[in-house]
């Protein structure tokens, strides 16, 4: 099992920019895919960024369309850390974002949260137009 805490959120304005970390215990997370997902009031939880590891030094990374080219993801392997930055913030990426990890995720099962097993409370992200 694998205990996840995330930290980061606030309130910004729209354009800004937010820096949220996860933090893994419980053991190792070389070995497993890291997620960010997001729910926002009233919405389903969706996928925003996932890292995935090929068993070898590669991760993979992917990103939700909406969030492509102004969030990255990365992995600190020696630290068990996750963060994902965020940049140029809109009002429609409001929402809590959450930390997922699962050793079995691949890279085509990264974007689908029924197949994480290990999940963190979530930080609030608020944009403000």
């Known amino acids: 099992q694998v205990q996840l805490v995330e930290s980061g959120g606030g309130l910004v304005q729209a354009g800004g920019s937010l820096r949220l970390s996860c933090a893994a215990s419980g053991r190792t997370t070389r070995s497993y895919a890291m997620g960010w997902f997001r729910q926002a009031p009233g919405k389903e939880r969706e996928f925003v960024a996932g890292?995935?590891?090929?068993?070898?030094?590669?991760?993979?990374?992917d990103y939700a369309d909406s969030v492509a080219g102004r969030f990255i993801i990365s992995r600190d392997n020696a630290k068990n850390t996750v963060e994902l930055q965020l940049h140029s913030l809109k009002p429609e990426d409001t929402g809590v974002y959450h930390c997922?990890?699962?050793?079995?995720?691949?890279?085509?099962?990264?974007?689908?949260?029924?197949?994480?097993?290990?999940w963190g409370q979530g930080t609030q992200v608020t944009v403000s137009a």
């Open positions: 997922a990890a699962d050793y079995r995720i691949t890279i085509a099962t990264m974007k689908e949260a029924d197949e994480y097993d290990n």
């Open positions: 890292t995935t590891w090929d068993g070898g030094n590669i991760y993979g990374a």
